[in-house]
Nanobody, 114 residues
């Protein structure tokens, strides 16, 4: 059984930082491409960042230069370091794992507000 659990969300002021964590149970992590998605109220879910099983990364234009995705295969964990946060980053953030099928976490809420 594969489970993804996100943590690290919260309330932060504009310009602040948060680090999100996605812990993955099961044996798929080393082989999986991993993503962070986010969904703001009233908007569609959007892809934020990707890290392949080999460690290659890519980012949405809106977060490039501010967010960093990383993974620790020894800990079956993926991270999203978010710096210089803006109010428009407010959303629920989800992690996704993909091998031959996809798995999703339940999400962690990030609120950027003064």
């Amino acid at each position: 059984q594969v489970q993804l659990v996100e943590s690290g969300g919260g309330l932060v002021q504009p310009g602040g930082s948060l680090r999100l964590t996605c812990a993955v149970s099961g044996t798929i992590f080393r082989l999986a491409a991993m993503n962070w998605y986010r969904q703001a109220p009233g908007k569609q879910r959007e892809l934020v960042a990707t890290i392949t099983s080999g460690g290659s990364t890519s980012y949405a234009g809106s977060v490039k230069g501010r967010f960093t995705i990383s993974r620790d295969n020894a800990k079956n964990t993926m991270y999203l370091q978010m710096n210089s946060l803006k109010p428009e980053d407010t959303a629920t953030y989800y992690c996704r794992a993909f091998t031959v099928r996809e798995f999703w976490g339940q999400g962690t809420q990030v609120i950027v507000s003064s």
